[in-house]
């Protein structure tokens, strides 16, 4: 499986962001997608999931304020991301759930300014 994420950028606080996530490969093997962030000294942490079940997980800092959707005909997975903080600034991350263990994509830089 291979992931190409798109979205991200500069953005004041307050603002709203979309993140993109396009699946390729064998898709069919994917269990889950969703993403993570990094923020510059800190570990790589869950942002959301969303399941083939269709369930969805957020971490709690970004719940109500961030949401998951899923297109399973164009196999992407979308992050809308609204009342950005600064503290939501990180390279986020796509990921997807397959058999063998995770799929990573590239990272793409979201900046939150105060």
């Known amino acids: 499986v291979q992931l190409q994420a798109s979205g991200g950028g500069l953005v004041q606080a307050g603002g709203s962001l979309r993140l993109s996530c396009a699946a390729s490969?064998?898709?069919?093997?994917?269990?889950?997608m969703g993403w993570y962030r990094q923020a510059p000294g800190k570990q790589r942490e869950l942002v959301a999931d969303t399941y083939n079940s269709g369930d969805t997980i957020y971490t709690d800092s970004v719940k109500g304020r961030f949401t998951i959707t899923r297109d399973n005909a164009e196999n992407t997975v979308y992050l809308q991301m609204d009342s950005l903080k600064p503290e939501d600034t990180a390279v986020y991350y796509c990921?997807?759930?397959?058999?063998?263990?995770?799929?990573w994509g590239q990272g793409t830089q979201v900046t939150v300014s105060s």
């Open positions: 490969g064998s898709v069919s093997s994917i269990r889950a």
């Open positions: 990921e997807a759930l397959i058999p063998t263990g995770t799929a």
